[in-house]
């Protein structure tokens, strides 16, 4: 089965505000984790990765945090917009190809 | 210019049937993969490629087969499709098999197989 998960398939926001999508990992040998987002109809696309030696990562208006005691990802988006509805999805490096969990489908109204 | 592209990006075809995916990448990568997406956005590697070498073969059934003729493409033939073949297919690439910092894995478009 799949070692990446996540805790919520949707998560629905008003814009403007902050989002925090969860992910669970199974595997505590796991050294490398990404953000994807995928719009519809589109192919995945990374948004930003971090490694287990690090607690957090920040990019432009997105935070991920690692907690490996509880093997527990978050991607957090600030001021969220629109254009960020789209599925996200943690992976995981696994030997040599990214493992994928179930993905979180973001829903922002204006 | 579009770093991973892959053909066609719809395809409807009959059970029984064979059929390819074409893909190249343009970013000079060693490595390339295929995905295969279900009806629940699951996304499962079956096959992964470092310098046209298979180095990844995940339970796929060998009516899959991928066929690399250079580095830059990775096509993906499937013979016999099967109703539960139907699914959107990503193939991808990275410049490193090992998937180290910074070595993102680029995805293309997809190709939505529909087996009817």
């Known amino acids: 089965g799949e070692s990446v998960g996540l805790h919520l398939p949707t998560l629905s926001v008003q814009e403007g505000d902050n989002s925090i999508i969860n992910c669970a990992y199974s595997?505590?040998?796991?050294?490398?984790f990404i953000w994807y987002k995928q719009e519809s109809g589109k192919g995945p696309q990374f948004i930003i990765d971090?490694?287990?030696?690090?607690d957090k990562r920040q990019g432009q208006r997105v935070t991920v945090l690692l907690n490996k005691t509880v093997k527990h990802l978050s991607l957090q988006i600030a001021a969220t917009q629109p254009g960020d509805s789209a599925v996200y999805f943690c992976a995981e490096r696994g030997g040599t190809a990214l493992i994928f969990g179930k993905g979180t489908t973001l829903s922002v109204s204006s | 210019d579009t770093a991973v592209s892959q053909t066609p990006k719809y395809l409807v075809t009959q059970m029984g049937n064979d059929k390819s995916i074409k893909c190249e990448q343009n970013?000079?990568?060693?490595?390339m993969y295929w995905y295969k997406q279900d009806s629940k956005k699951f996304l499962k590697i079956m096959f992964s490629?470092?310098?046209?070498?298979?180095?990844i073969n995940e339970t796929v059934p060998n009516r899959f087969s991928p066929k690399s003729p250079d580095k830059a493409h990775l096509n993906l033939h499937i013979n016999s499709l099967e109703l539960g073949d139907s699914a959107v297919y990503f193939c991808?690439?990275?410049?490193?098999?090992?998937?180290?910092?910074?070595?993102?894995?680029?995805f293309g478009q997809g190709t939505r197989l529909t087996v009817v």
């Open positions: 595997n505590s040998a796991s050294d490398y």
């Open positions: 971090i490694r287990s030696n690090m």
């Open positions: 490629y470092n310098n046209k070498e298979l180095i």
């Open positions: 970013l000079g990568h060693d490595t």
């Open positions: 991808a690439s990275s410049q490193d098999p090992g998937l180290t910092w910074n070595t993102e894995a680029f």
